[in-house]
Structures are given as C-alpha cells and as structure tokens.
C-alpha cells in the first residue's frame, strides 16, 4: 500500500488515476486549488485544497499525510488559451512544478509521476512519433510541458532521479459506470462537443475546423486513448518510480488514430442522433496527424491499451454526458 500525492486529483485525469489507486489498494490524497476540477469527482480519499504555487501549502499536506510518491496532473492544459496567456501558462505549469519539487525537496520524496503531451512534438513529420522525436512545440502550452521535461532532466544531473514523465496523446471516454468523465469549462475537445449537439443540447452544428488537410478524408487524425487506458498506464509509471531510480520519457497512445470525421460519424452510432456540421478554417496550431509510437510503453511499462476502440470511447463518454445532462 503507497500514499500518493495527487495534484490536479479533482480533475479529469487525475480523478481516475485515484480511483485506479483506491482500487488496488493505495491511498490517494487529492491537492487541486478547484480552479477547473470539480469537488465531486474526489470520491476515493481526502481532498486538500491547496495551489501548487503555494509552498505553505504543500508543505502541509506534505507533514499531515506524509506521500510515498507525487503524480503530478494539476497544469492549465487549453492549447487556444494559454496561446492568450502565456504568462499563467508558465506560471502554472513551470512555476507550479518548479514549487511542486521543491515542497518534495523538503519533505524528502522522490518518486513523481508526471503529466506531459504530445504537444512537446509540435507537428511532427515523422509518423508514428517516436519518443526520441524533436520536441518542437507549437503552443505555449506545449512549450510549458517541453520545459517542465527539461527541469525533470536537470533535477537528475546530480541526484537519482526517479521519475515518468508520460506524453499523452488524446486522452478521451469516461469511467464505465459513467461516473467521472470529462467536464471542462469551456468545453473545447471535439468528442464532448460532439456529444452535446448529439444531445440537443447547442449549438445546432458542431464546428470542424480544417477538412484539406492531408489525412485520409482531409480532416485532423488523433490518436484517441481511453482515460480508463491512461490510468493504467499510470499505474505502472508510479510502480516504476517507486521501485528504484527511473528518468523515463514515454509516450501514452495506442498507434491507431481516427480523422474527425471519423469520430463523428462513430459518434452518431453510438448516439443513434444526427451530429450535422459546418466546415471551418483551421484551428491555428493544429498539426494534421499526431499519432504514438507505443513500443516503449509496452517495453518499459507492460502498458497496452484495452479500452481504447473509438467505439468504446464513445459509448463510454456518451454513458456519462447522457447521465450528467439527463438525456
Ligand atoms: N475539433 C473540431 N471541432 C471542435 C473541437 C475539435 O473540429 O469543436 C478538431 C480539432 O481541430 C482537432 C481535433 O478535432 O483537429 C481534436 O481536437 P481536440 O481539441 O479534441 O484535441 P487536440 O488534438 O487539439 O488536443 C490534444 C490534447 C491537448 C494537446 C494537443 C496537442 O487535448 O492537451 O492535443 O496538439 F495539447
């Protein structure tokens, strides 16, 4: 049994990546300054609310419940608004894992999980991306998680380091039970969108945003991970941390991918409602095709993907939406 620290715990991620602990048997203790998670999705141990930026803070949590390891979810993650804020982006996700490892400095922990993205990669042309690819973000938030990697490497220059810092790709679906699943303010992912005109509940149309790209059908492909999927995957990055020293980069994807239209129309299926659309110029910042080269996920932590079938995505995060909105 491990005590973990999870920053970012009522969040969309982080919520599930507690429930995993608690159901094999860790304790999770959520830190999340509730600024985008949601109070109710922290259901599987105490919830410390508290803003990584704040060293008083987390030294206290730090003392009353003593961690064995930190997974590290809590980060501003809207590519379009940290393009408007920069400086909240590098406060937050810099700035707070800066503040986060020195609160474990002091309180003597070591192991951390970490959140980074295929934003790091900007957009590659080498396809499926490689680890070992050029980071080259195209975002300020991807360049907030490029740099957070490279703090996580520097802290490894004189010390053991012991470390996972896990690039997701597009982390999508809700839990089974429909329980906890994805409810961003504003709303900005294409599946969630998706579902709420499947609902009726507006906008009439959804926005697609670039059809002349160069994919099979012309619209965006991504690399769709079930967040039930993701929180294995961190499972096995947390064993690894707190089994002995480990500075591992490693992608979170499944190698396959589905274009937009694609995910519209398994949307409709599994709806059984008509998702109508109106074509929009593209997204500033949105490269053609992001999709995981997952061999050393599979090497290094035994991850693979169960659950993460476009079909059973949906049905999951339809599962949920239509259990939240009442539909
Ligand atoms: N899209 C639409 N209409 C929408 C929403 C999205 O057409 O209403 C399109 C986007 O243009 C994109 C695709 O659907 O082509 C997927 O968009 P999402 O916003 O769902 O996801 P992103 O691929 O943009 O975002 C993901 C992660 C980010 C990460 C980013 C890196 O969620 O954290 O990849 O590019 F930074």
């Known amino acids: 049994m491990a005590r973990i620290l999870v920053t970012g715990g009522a969040g969309y ?52 419940y003593k961690p064995d390891a930190v997974m590290h979810f809590a980060a501003s993650i809207e590519v379009g608004e940290g393009q408007q804020k920069p400086q909240q982006y590098w406060d937050n996700n810099v700035g707070g894992l800066i503040s986060l490892l020195g609160a474990m400095g002091r309180a003597g922990v070591k192991p951390i999980v970490f959140s980074s993205s295929c934003a790091v990669y900007g957009a590659p042309s080498s396809i499926p991306i490689r680890e070992s690819e050029t980071r080259a973000p195209v975002s300020v938030y991807g360049q907030t998680k490029h740099a957070a990697e490279l703090l996580l490497a520097d802290m490894a220059l004189n010390d053991d380091a012991r470390f996972v810092a896990l690039r997701y790709f597009n982390a999508a679906g809700a839990s089974p039970d429909g329980e906890i699943g994805e409810e961003h303010e504003p709303e900005t992912h294409l599946i969630p969108n998706a579902l709420k005109v499947a609902a009726g509940l507006g906008p009439d149309r959804l926005k697609l945003f670039g059809s002349d790209y160069d994919t099979r059908d012309g619209t965006c492909l991504r690399d769709y991970i079930h967040v039930v999927d ?98």
């Open 230 to 327: 993701l929180a294995a995957a961190h499972l096995a990055a947390l064993d690894r941390v707190l089994a002995g020293p480990s500075q591992l980069f490693c992608n979170v994807g499944t190698g396959q991918g589905a274009t937009v239209l694609e995910v519209l129309q398994a949307a409709e299926r599994i709806t059984g409602a008509r998702i109508p659309y109106d074509i929009h110029p593209r997204r500033p910042g949105d490269p053609a095709v992001l999709l995981a080269e997952t061999s050393l996920a599979k090497a290094q932590l035994g991850f693979q993907p169960r659950f993460s079938s476009i079909d059973q995505i949906l049905t999951d995060a339809w599962n949920f939406h239509a259990r939240k909105w009442r539909v």
């Open 13 to 64: 991620i982080g919520a599930h990546v507690c429930r995993a602990l608690a159901a094999r048997g860790d304790q999770p203790v959520a830190f999340d300054n509730l600024s985008s998670g949601h109070q109710h999705a922290v259901q599987w141990g105490p919830l410390v609310t508290g803003d990584i930026r704040s060293p008083a803070a987390l030294d206290q949590a730090f003392q009353e």
